[in-house]
């Protein structure tokens, strides 16, 4: 590759080293950084609003941040070639699943400021001599600017690689009727359902699949035949919207049980699944989809690693935690400290509010003596500021909060 400015001297290419090792492995935190500019910046909001296409985002931003640290490492500040790796391939896809453009260079020009900023803290420890720190800082910025350049450009390069490999064929214009539905757009349903191959006329369950890990890719398929199934239902409509991601929408007058999905998905346990709420025709189409990625956002933003939830069950709770804060005051406010109780304990609770009061269905959904129940509720009143009864909804609200953010499962 092209060398656009002069090699550093030999003094400086020891700095570049030293710092690049020093940085290596990434930390965490380091990553964190940059991916928050990165998602401040972003003129697309599905990067931001989406948990998997912001996952992988993160992915990239530290991919590309150790791929620049290992090149200075091995040939201190020369020009680095963009890595033509995974995350790289990935986000060139998912830019082409989604019908989203390549004008995101804002937030390109956000990650690398905060990489930037870093960097640059470290060269001023690195040395102290001004002729040195001067070469350092211009051989650097030269590096970081042309790869954040170069890097740019050969995701537009993929892109049309990824485009021409998929041609503008059926898939295609499934992707754009689908985005069209769900953004309120007047479309014919005699048109739509044509190009989709798919009824809109009747009831829908809207369901999204994903996998935390680009490993576990291979399983998308296999779990989205099993949710169908569990539905009772025997077609869907599938569309890829990323690379990690399955939309399904399935003909189905109602979402099976959350314990119900979780047990056909034991085979599959990477797949992660949200269900919205059943709903008819077009609006119930459209509906049914926001309401799973509602709840999708809702387990990123709570940071709970729960496989399978509806919204219908959790839609008080994405409600509340619209702003964390709050959210942390209410469960403070409503549950005292019960908050931090036995699991089980706070389970008992939220059945017994669930089961209308009744000891004895309580007891029998949860496979435990009568007694038993009334001692784990007789505790729990003692730790709850205010009489059950006076405000049962919040208790039960903040109860699932807590269960979502402890991954207790969803058979309570």
């Keep these: 590759m092209k060398m656009l400015w002069p090699n550093p001297s030999e003094r400086v290419c020891e700095l570049i080293r030293q710092i690049a090792e020093g940085l290596l492995p990434v930390p965490d935190e380091v990553v964190d950084q940059v991916w928050r500019a990165s998602q401040r910046e972003a003129r697309q909001r599905e990067y931001v609003d989406d948990p998997v296409l912001s996952e992988a985002d993160r992915r990239l931003c530290k991919a590309n941040l150790t791929h620049w640290l290992v090149s200075n490492l091995q040939?201190?500040?020369?020009?680095?070639?963009?890595?033509?790796?995974?995350?790289?391939?990935?986000?060139?896809?998912?830019?082409?699943?989604?019908?989203?453009?390549?004008?995101?260079?804002?937030?390109?020009?956000?990650?690398?400021?905060?990489?930037?900023?870093?960097?640059?803290?470290?060269?001023?420890?690195?040395?102290?001599?001004?002729?040195?720190?001067?070469?350092?800082?211009?051989?650097?910025?030269?590096?970081?600017?042309?790869?954040?350049d170069d890097s740019i450009a050969a995701v537009g390069t993929y892109v049309d690689e990824i485009r021409a490999e998929m041609g503008l064929g059926a898939q295609a214009?499934?992707?754009?009727?689908?985005?069209?539905?769900?953004?309120?757009?007047?479309?014919?349903?005699?048109?739509?359902?044509?190009?989709?191959?798919?009824?809109?006329?009747?009831?829908?369950?809207?369901?999204?699949l994903w996998v935390d890990s680009p490993a576990d890719?291979?399983?998308?398929?296999?779990?989205?035949?099993?949710?169908?199934?569990?539905?009772?239902?025997?077609?869907?409509?599938?569309?890829?919207?990323?690379?990690?991601?399955?939309w399904l929408w399935i003909?189905?007058?109602?979402?099976?049980?959350?314990?119900?999905?979780?047990?056909?998905?034991?085979?599959?346990?990477?797949?992660?699944?949200?269900?919205?709420?059943?709903?008819?025709?077009?609006?119930?189409?459209?509906q049914s989809h926001l309401d799973a990625a509602a709840a999708q956002r809702l387990l990123a933003r709570v940071g709970s690693p729960r496989q399978v939830v509806r919204y219908e069950d959790v839609h008080l709770v994405d409600l509340l935690t619209a702003d964390p804060s709050q959210a942390e005051q209410f469960v403070a406010g409503a549950l005292g400290d019960l908050a931090t109780a036995d699991p089980v304990l706070q389970c008992t609770v939220?059945?017994?509010?669930?089961?209308?009061?009744?000891?004895s269905r309580t007891a029998d959904r949860l496979f435990a003596h009568r007694?038993?129940?009334?001692?784990?509720?007789?505790?729990?009143?003692?730790?709850?500021?205010?009489?059950?009864?006076?405000?049962?909804?919040?208790?039960?609200?903040?109860?699932?909060?807590?269960?979502?953010?402890?991954?207790?499962?969803?058979?309570?």
């Excluded at 779990?223 to 690379?243: F, I, K, N, Q, Y």
């Excluded at 939220?350 to 000891?359: K, L």
Aim: proline letters at 7%; one cysteine or more; hydrophobic letters at 35%.
């Design 75 to 148: 040939e201190p500040g020369r020009r680095v070639t963009p890595a033509k790796d995974r995350e790289m391939l990935i986000t060139a896809r998912d830019l082409v699943l989604r019908g989203m453009d390549l004008n995101e260079i804002g937030s390109w020009r956000a990650a690398q400021r905060v990489g930037w900023g870093l960097w640059v803290e470290q060269c001023f420890a690195a040395t102290t001599d001004r002729d040195e720190l001067r070469e350092l800082i211009e051989v650097s910025t030269n590096s970081l600017t042309t790869y954040t």
């Design 173 to 208: 214009q499934r992707h754009t009727t689908v985005q069209l539905l769900l953004q309120g757009a007047r479309i014919s349903p005699g048109r739509a359902e044509e190009q989709l191959g798919y009824p809109l006329a009747g009831h829908h369950v809207a369901a999204i």
């Design 217 to 246: 890719v291979h399983e998308l398929e296999r779990a989205a035949e099993c949710v169908m199934r569990t539905c009772g239902a025997t077609r869907r409509l599938t569309l890829p919207p990323s690379t990690s991601a399955l």
């Design 251 to 286: 003909p189905a007058h109602e979402a099976p049980p959350a314990a119900d999905v979780l047990h056909v998905l034991e085979k599959t346990p990477g797949v992660r699944v949200t269900l919205g709420r059943p709903g008819a025709g077009l609006p119930g189409f459209r």
């Design 350 to 359: 939220r059945t017994y509010i669930a089961e209308g009061y009744s000891v």
């Design 371 to 412: 007694n038993t129940i009334e001692r784990r509720l007789a505790k729990a009143r003692t730790m709850l500021p205010r009489p059950l009864d006076h405000d049962p909804t919040s208790v039960s609200a903040a109860l699932m909060l807590v269960e979502l953010q402890q991954d207790q499962g969803s058979g309570c």
